[in-house]
């Protein structure tokens, strides 16, 4: 197996083998009450403190922790305190507090490793490679030529601007009008082709 794909795997594993020892100096708070759960979520479990997790920060709305099976040094987790089990069902509230904890965090992460950049990744549902289904942001510290995706040495291709780029861009604005709580400007036209 190469190289690329067994760190593919290795993303993957993470949320399969968590960690079985408590270290005695780990502070765990457990999840408030009134806070969805769901017993057999390992990240639910995280929070309430009944598993362990290397934490690196936490308030009121989320958490981050050490990955337990990093693709690098650094790699953490930003997760929602409730439960979620994708990023399309978290509130946009929430989304938001996890986000606005990226910059903070992932500075901190790329000065500890020493690594001059970071991927942003989430795995959005089964086909994403989601397996753990409760919200999570991954914070992946990068080096130059790392070289931890397969992905990396595929070619990309300039987007076509033609009939079927103007129809997804259509097809996309016309399902987002169909989400809850989206305001759209009915005076918008494509940048692509033209309305």
């Known amino acids: ?72 040094p650094g790699h953490c987790l930003i997760i929602p305190r409730s439960h979620y089990p994708s990023l399309v069902a978290t509130p946009p509230s929430v989304v938001a507090a996890m986000c606005s904890k990226v910059p903070y965090i992932s500075k901190a992460v790329m000065k500890a490793t020493d690594s001059d950049s970071f991927n942003l990744l989430v795995n959005n549902g089964v086909d994403a490679g989601q397996v753990i289904f409760h919200t999570h942001i991954h914070i992946i510290p990068r080096r130059a030529r790392d070289c931890l995706w397969a992905s990396e040495s595929l070619k990309r291709h300039p987007l076509k601007l033609d009939q079927e780029a103007l129809h997804l861009v259509n097809s996309i604005r016309q399902h987002l009008s169909f989400v809850d709580g989206f305001e759209d400007n009915k005076d918008h036209g494509t940048t692509l082709i033209g309305s």
Request: with cysteine; glycine share 6%; net charge negative.
């Open 1 to 72: 197996m190469e190289g690329a794909q067994r760190r593919r795997l290795s993303v993957i594993g993470s949320h399969l083998r968590p960690v079985t020892v408590t270290p005695t100096w780990l502070n765990m708070s457990s999840c408030s009450d009134s806070e969805k759960q769901e017993t057999d979520c390992i990240f639910c479990k995280i929070v309430g403190g009944e598993a362990p997790a290397l934490k690196l920060y936490e308030d009121d709305e989320c958490l981050c922790f050490l990955d337990n099976n990093p693709v690098s």
